[in-house]
């Protein structure tokens, strides 16, 4: 059973588009984040969430919108996509904020 | 500000080779520091350290803290080609994780 998953895997579309990624986690965790790593492999936290509450959103262009149905989802979309907007998106989830924390396996997204 | 520097950035051995991995950090609210490592895909759990001094191990690996120092290490013994991965260090602040930029580390056979 997979304990952080997200979708999709991979995704290519063109400048200028609009797209979401989900994510589910089903270890009961409390808190859920969003990281950007980049080519040279720096995970970089954009968003995080603790009972569907916004706790932590970092200097993110504001084309970036996350949303928390519930503890155990949390969604990030993506408005207006530029060339530097590719990147592996990774949904983390841990216990509480600033516990160990549980990547799912990332979505690969490339803006051509 | 909150950071962490690892170092070195890569680093190529040979199988049965033992390495050293380093994380220096600068917090205001140490929590706690992570070791990760990844592969292809996602970053995976390896260790969390909240005292000084206090050896984790599994296997192969092991690491330690230094909360006077500001800094951790993790060691590889006998290396073998699948401990080729990014090694991530990541800091706890009750809030939130900073990651460092990694460790590449490449076993040759």
């Known amino acids: 059973d997979t304990a952080v998953s997200q979708t999709p895997k991979y995704l290519v579309t063109q400048m200028g588009n609009d797209k979401s990624i989900k994510c589910e986690q089903n270890l009961g965790h409390d808190t859920m984040y969003w990281y950007k790593q980049d080519s040279k492999k720096f995970l970089k936290i954009m968003f995080s969430?603790?009972?569907?509450?916004?706790?932590i959103n970092e200097t993110v262009p504001n084309r970036f919108s996350p949303k928390s149905p519930d503890k155990a989802h949390l969604n990030l979309h993506i408005n207006s996509l530029e060339l530097g907007d590719s990147a592996v998106y990774f949904c983390?989830?841990?216990?509480?904020?600033?516990?160990?924390?549980?990547f799912g396996e990332g979505s690969w997204l490339t803006v051509v | 500000e909150d950071k962490v520097v690892q170092s070195p950035l890569s680093l190529v051995v040979h199988e049965g080779d033992t390495v050293t991995l380093n994380c220096s950090y600068e917090v205001t609210n140490f929590r706690s520091l992570l070791w990760y490592k990844q592969e292809k895909k996602a970053p995976t759990f390896l260790f969390m350290l909240t005292s000084s001094g206090i050896e984790k191990k599994s296997g192969r690996l092991s690491s330690i803290l230094d909360k006077k120092e500001l800094f951790s290490i993790l060691n590889i013994t006998a290396t073998q080609t699948g401990d080729s991965a990014v090694y991530l260090c990541?800091?706890?602040?009750?809030?939130?994780?900073?990651f460092g930029s990694g460790t590449k580390l490449n076993v040759k056979p």
């Open positions: 983390a989830s841990s216990q509480t904020p600033g516990n160990t924390i549980y």
């Open positions: 990541a800091l706890s602040n009750f809030n939130k994780f900073y």
């Open positions: 969430y603790n009972n569907k509450e916004l706790i």
